[in-house]
């Protein structure tokens, strides 16, 4: 019984404390914001214990959506860390702070400031986040998920080739497929648990926990994804990307399977303006190869395998990814599955795959570490052949 009241004092501290920060409204590499201009919505949640990570590889994005089109807006909106002193680094960053909101960003909240914006050409979210329970916005009540009420208001506010990235754990599962649903654009989500890679001297990212790189010699500058040498202590070399592992957390263990890389969901779009949303939001990632809309093939195919394929420091899987992919559009052996364990089988519309929890007691809510997936799909999948196939179908929309 103990054991018990104790799980369910951890539940209610997970989902019902709040943490009642401020945020910020920023511009980045501009004075002022136009809410009539099109927009690239950036947010980030509360790090919690990962300090500022959030913000910085928000930063990253920014970054790159500038170059790209210098004419557009770039807007993040970011939680208040004081404890780090954000707002300094915001500015160090490049942003500009336009203003400072006194107020917990909760789901009402991150709508409420997002419906000023007319023309949304795509929103990224940079945050912690759960299968169970959405995204981590401010504080742990504070969520964004499929029971926030009035998201269907924001539908009008994307424009027409607008797309949706979900750059935390586990945001595929449930709230992808929904927000893509319900807003009618692209949305992308991660299959397992995301994680920060880091640039090494070697030109790969890698996860700067121990074991991961092959030395602590890591890059100070970015040559590599940009159009100009970039430092790496303003925010050039980190970039969030899914595990290669399924997830094993808080919540419990996803042992039955996952994806290695973002998965987008298109369920009201056509092909053409899904493969459009693929190919706008991998030119906005922080890659090995600094792709652009002119950019060749052969270019565009390295961003591609950087995207899709894990990366180890102790074997060449990457290159073996590459190789591997190439060949089943030969052999048409869509069987390939680098992934640690089974790989889940998605279209663009969802994925066979059910995620189930324990209950705790007296409250019906999921008890932390008893979910499972259930992999529902019988035989081998071949999500990543045919993911692969569809990014190279779409770089003919790379230059539109």
Avoid at 24 to 29: C, G, I, L, R, S
Wanted: charged content about 20%; overall charge positive; aromatic content about 12%.
């Amino acid at each position: 019984m103990i054991k018990g009241l104790l799980t369910l004092f951890i539940l209610l501290a997970v989902t019902i404390s709040s943490a009642q920060a401020d945020y910020h409204v920023t511009a980045y590499k501009n004075e002022t914001i136009d809410v009539n201009k099109p927009t690239r919505l950036l947010l980030a949640g509360n790090g919690d214990n990962l300090g500022l990570l959030f913000q910085e590889v928000a930063k990253a994005k920014a970054m790159k959506y500038k170059e790209l089109n210098s004419e557009e807006q770039i807007v993040f909106i970011a939680i208040k860390e004081k404890e780090y002193d954000s707002e300094s680094s915001l500015v160090r960053y490049g942003f500009k702070v336009i203003r400072n909101e006194r107020a917990s960003l909760d789901g009402k909240e991150f709508i409420s400031v997002a419906l000023a914006f007319k023309k949304i050409l795509s929103l990224d979210i940079f945050s912690h986040s759960s299968a169970q329970f959405g995204i981590h916005l401010d504080g742990r009540e504070n969520r964004l998920n499929t029971k926030t009420q009035g998201l269907e208001k924001l539908k009008s506010n994307f424009t027409k080739d607008a797309f949706v990235y979900l750059h935390g754990c586990n945001s595929g599962f449930n709230l992808a497929p929904y927000l893509a649903n319900i807003w009618g654009v692209p949305v992308a989500g991660s299959m397992t648990s995301t994680n920060f890679q880091k640039l090494h001297s070697d030109g790969n990212f890698y996860l700067s926990e121990e074991g991961f790189a092959p030395n602590t010699d890591w890059a100070l500058t970015n040559t590599l994804s940009y159009d100009s040498e970039s430092s790496c202590a303003k925010g050039a070399c980190q970039r969030l990307k899914p595990d290669n592992t399924p997830y094993v957390g808080f919540w419990g263990a996803y042992r039955q399977g996952g994806l290695p890389f973002y998965k987008f969901f298109c369920p009201k779009n056509n092909a053409e303006t899904c493969l459009k949303a693929m190919a706008n939001s991998l030119v906005s990632h922080t890659l090995k190869v600094n792709l652009k809309r002119d950019s060749t093939l052969a270019d565009y195919k390295k961003a591609v395998v950087d995207f899709l394929c894990p990366v180890s420091s102790k074997s060449d899987l990457r290159g073996e990814c590459a190789a591997k992919l190439e060949e089943a559009l030969v052999t048409l052996d869509y069987t390939y599955n680098p992934f640690s364990r089974p790989q889940v089988e998605c279209d663009f519309n969802s994925c066979k795959v059910e995620i189930s929890c324990g209950k705790v007691l007296f409250t019906g809510l999921p008890k932390p570490g008893t979910c499972e997936l259930k992999n529902n799909y019988q035989g081998k999948a071949t999500t990543l052949v045919r993911e692969y196939k569809a990014y190279l179908d779409a770089f003919n929309y790379l230059k539109n």
